[in-house]
């Protein structure tokens, strides 16, 4: 049974937090009652933020990665190397990678990745646009950085043989034992693969 | 280690994500990405929902349950029996009474429970409003809804001290088996007050 709540304002704020992932109406109450507890700025902070985040947040119109404005930050940044586009799924991997600091190429966010179970196909994806940027010229190569699943690999085959009658290298993430990990835990096809795929030792 | 984000805009709404209960840095990205998925309507109206709460919701000057007007719709309703007040910890138990519609008077919400080794102290409590408003007269009983803890136990009797020189009958809930409970899952201290108090058969 739903509760009634004898504050139409507690109500209507219960409603829109239920609306996060996760957060049902009990949920929703608990926080909407903790943010009434609390100083007044942490709520009203947080509203603005809510507010100003959506409104101010776009996306590249060149890699689809957020955006406070219309090119992101690692697409206009000088310093990058424009020729390797490194493909993910989400903004989040964005971060990710840029997180290792390790690559120094621009993105390309697809968006999600071909699922025909829950109705995800090549053209709900930014595919073409990035088939676009390749044919567009000055690209050498194209990091496939979706993730090791069924889904992930259907996509990564789906741009490969897309782009294979380019002349862009595409390569995908190498696969094998995670770093920290422990052999007896590893899966028998990961590590098959770490077997097959093993490189010279460096330290 | 903490991750950085490229947008000011995402960086500020984790940050006051992460100030909600539960939610550390992680979630909160997760859910601020979330919100940038969704329509543009669902993340301003909860962002304002939270600001018109805050800014709209105060405490009843009678009771100290949530109103959006000086006194709450439960004490300004004439057709409820001012004489009774049923003592509870928190707002939420306000509304779950409210929800059985099995109470016809007024409550008095503490905002807490006695609890030396957490620091609070009858003073941080909403218990000399209650015992003033007992003096100021024309209350017949005071009904102790509280937690059946160790810390609801201490407050009941604390209040319970303050009042038993009043002529204001003190009353609490009665403890027994819980309806649709199995008697092989009640504890035995539970057990035996549902014993002692036990009541006339009645269907």
């Known amino acids: 049974m739903e509760q009634e709540f004898s504050s139409r304002l507690l109500e209507n704020a219960v409603r829109e937090l239920s609306h996060l992932p996760g957060v049902g109406r009990k949920t929703a109450l608990r926080l ?3 943010l ?3 100083d007044k700025s942490i709520a009203i902070g947080l509203g603005q933020s809510l507010i100003d985040l959506r409104e101010g947040i776009t996306y590249c119109s060149t890699c689809h990665n957020i955006s406070e404005t ?3 930050p690692v697409c206009a940044n000088p310093m990058r190397d424009k020729s390797k586009i490194c493909v993910v799924e989400t903004v989040k991997d964005v ?3 840029e997180n290792t600091r390790q690559f120094d190429g621009v993105y390309h966010v697809l968006g999600g990745l071909i699922s025909p179970i829950d109705g995800i196909g090549p053209d709900s994806l930014e595919i073409n646009s990035l088939v676009e940027r ?3 010229g000055n690209i050498k190569e194209v990091i496939l950085a979706l993730s090791p699943t069924m ?3 259907t996509t990564n085959f789906y741009i490969y043989r897309k782009l294979m009658d380019t002349n862009v290298t595409v390569t995908q993430l190498s696969r094998g034992v995670s ?3 422990e052999i007896d835990y590893t899966d028998e096809v990961t590590l098959g693969r770490s077997l097959i795929n093993r490189v ?3 330290r």
């Open 134 to 136: 390749v044919a567009a």
């Open 151 to 153: 889904e992930g690999d």
């Open 179 to 181: 770093v920290g990990n």
């Open 95 to 97: 971060m990710s990678f």
């Open 32 to 34: 909407a009652l903790h």
């Open 36 to 38: 009434l507890r609390q």
């Open 200 to 202: 010279p030792f460096a």
């Open 70 to 72: 219309e090119t992101c």
